[in-house]
């Protein structure tokens, strides 16, 4: 069975930067493409970013992108978060998200049905 377990989370200043690592077990972590969602307090869960299985392609929201970098580390199976210019409407849950990939090496995924594996979340909070 696949987990993953974000970590990283924390309450920061508008401008700040954070790291969030996702921890993939259970399975070969170089078999899935990545995402990672987010989701505010009464809003709906949002894509954030994405990485293919071999880690070449990555995909961005128009929000984040500029600020935002995803990538990962097949050796430690993590994939990361680089959140820099944090601004106070980034306070959300951040959720890491697995989709096994057989045979696909560069697509990269945007949609929450597209994923099957889900983590718990880390609280990211932006004070302005």
């Known amino acids: 069975q696949v987990q993953l377990v974000e970590s990283g989370g924390g309450l920061v200043q508008a401008g700040d930067s954070l790291r969030l690592p996702c921890a993939l077990s259970?399975?070969?972590?170089?078999?899935?493409?990545m995402g990672w969602f987010r989701q505010a307090p009464g809003k709906e869960r949002e894509f954030v970013a994405a990485i293919s299985r071999s880690g070449i392609s990555t995909y961005y929201a128009d929000s984040v992108k500029g600020r935002f970098t995803i990538s990962r580390d097949n050796a430690k199976n993590t994939v990361y978060l680089q959140m820099n210019s944090l601004k106070p409407e980034d306070t959300a849950v951040y959720l890491c998200?697995?989709?096994?990939?057989?045979?696909?090496?560069?697509?990269?995924?945007?949609?929450?049905?597209?994923?099957?594996?889900w983590g718990q979340g880390t609280q990211v909070t932006v004070s302005s």
């Open positions: 259970g399975r070969s972590f170089t078999m899935y493409a």
């Open positions: 998200a697995a989709k096994e990939v057989p045979g696909q090496y560069f697509n990269v995924y945007t949609a929450q049905i597209d994923y099957k594996y």
